[in-house]
């Protein structure tokens, strides 16, 4: 009996102290006096962040559960990863590390092939291959590539893109669009127009491929002076081309000019 008792009253203890601990934490004593933000913040203002992450933001300094407060930061537009820290006396530090923009994102639906325009929202892939959503008029100033592809893809692409510039800008040109079709056929589009359809294959191969033709096209537009409208770089021999007003003749049809 003597040890029930015991037990009994040593449960009653703990529950009174527990109630005491919960009443205590709620106490105006311990809440947040200063929240001090620091890191990337040249996307969101004071005012962003305390809109968007205050709201979300429960408890004291005492019981605030700082997954869920750095979950209600990254849920803030621009904030990529948030890390906070207690601060004695009562207060809250809070690191953001903002997604820097590296290109726009068409996320291509199912069935749709390179060019389609049956594409889901347009969104922003950042400089670590991720897809993320934010306002596109904050970097509408911005001259970003375009890559649009199969869902999950994002990451694969913008790796593509960095590959295959170099090349481009040995031309004078800029890659300012970039298609993946859900067969893995790749498609180029530069900044000054020309469409160049570069096929399959892993990546070595189609930069491979690019880079032969970069470093031969310029003879044949300067050959017969006129510019690039499009290429085909699909054929196991060689390439085709499409210059403009320029046609070879065949019995029956004229067709490109074949490299």
Not at 82 to 109: D, G, I, N, T
Not at 145 to 151: D, H, M, Q, R, W
Not at 234 to 247: C, F, N, P, Q, S
């Amino acid at each position: 009996m003597n040890a029930v008792s015991a037990l009994l009253l040593a449960a009653l203890v703990g529950t009174l102290a527990w109630g005491a601990l919960r009443w205590a934490v709620r106490l105006p004593t311990f809440n947040f006096r200063a929240i001090q933000v620091e890191g990337d913040v040249s996307r969101n203002s004071v005012a962003s962040l305390r809109a968007n992450a205050l709201p979300r933001l429960h408890g004291s300094f005492l019981s605030l559960n700082l997954k869920e407060g750095r979950a209600a930061f990254e849920a803030v537009p621009w904030v990529r990863h948030a890390q906070l820290q207690r601060v004695w006396p009562m207060r809250l530090k809070v690191s953001l590390e903002e997604h820097r923009p590296a290109a726009y994102w068409e996320a291509r639906v199912d069935g749709a092939d390179a060019g389609s325009e049956a594409t889901a929202e347009r969104a922003l892939v950042n400089t670590f291959g991720e897809v993320f959503q934010a306002n596109l008029g904050d970097v509408e100033d911005e001259d970003l590539p375009v890559l649009a592809g199969p869902a999950g893809t994002a990451g694969l692409m913008l790796q593509m893109w960095r590959a295959l510039s170099p090349a481009a800008e040995k031309l004078g040109e800029s890659i300012d669009r970039l298609d993946l079709s859900g067969r893995g056929s790749w498609r180029v589009t530069f900044g000054s127009g020309p469409v160049i359809e570069l096929g399959r294959g892993t990546e070595a191969e189609v930069v491979d491929r690019f880079g032969r033709f970069a470093q031969s096209i310029t003879q044949v537009t300067s050959t017969y002076r006129s510019p690039l409208l499009s290429a085909d770089l699909r054929h196991a021999d060689g390439y085709a081309v499409k210059l403009r007003g320029v046609t070879v003749q065949t019995p029956g049809k004229p067709v490109n000019r074949k490299r």
